[in-house]
């Protein structure tokens, strides 16, 4: 089996649409089978942001809260310098995820990787399993405490940088020692700045969550794309 990621035609658009509702939750995994299945992309952190952060547009998908997004991440412990790979265990499952950081990215430390749905696929052999990516950057200056208020990077719109005050600009990281997984949003409740800035970074990728995912531009909601109907 090939393992590399194939180029593939996508539904895409600037509107967000549910693929699974919070209430029907599914693991990572799960999801992302569901959109490539569907040719859909499911959305990133970054295109979350302007749903949910100086906009009410989520609440057209509020249900689909709290949700995986298309953004996969990998970051080793604080201090520690990036090696071949980057391997996390679901503390839950068990199951090992395998990152293989690029040759350019080794040595590097503070740092997170970040690839973008569909630019990534994940093998599943047995309980392992292997994130084969394309096009990964990487956000310098992963901050190494968690529960605090930092900057987003431009691009991802993943924490960075030193603590800052609360500004409608900023970040709330949830994040743990290290961790290969997709970044949650939409955490907490539907009140307060937490609900909306939270980029959650810890969460394990066998919960079950919601998948928001493109839609084009115009389209009726209920049949923007095919839409789950479990």
Known sequence: MSN???????????ELAILVKRSEGVPLVEGLKMADEKNLV????ARLSKALVGSDEWRKISNVFACWTGTMTAYTKPGEKLGEVIEYVDPETKQKWVFRVPREFQKEKNAILVVEHPDYKVEV???TLVVHAKAVDLVADFPAKTERWYAA??????PTGKE???SQDARYLWRTDSRVGPVARGGFNFDGRYF???VGLDDRPSQGFG?????PKGARRSRQVPLNSR
Not at 153 to 158: E, G, S
Request: hydrophobic share 45%; no cysteine.
């Open 4 to 14: 590399a990621v194939q180029k593939v035609e996508r539904i895409r658009g600037p």
């Open 211 to 215: 998948v928001a995912v493109e839609a």
């Open 164 to 166: 800052v005050a609360y």
């Open 196 to 198: 909306r800035q939270l």
């Open 42 to 45: 499911v959305a990133s952190t």
């Open 125 to 127: 052999d047995g309980r």
């Open 153 to 158: 990077d431009a691009k991802h719109d993943i």
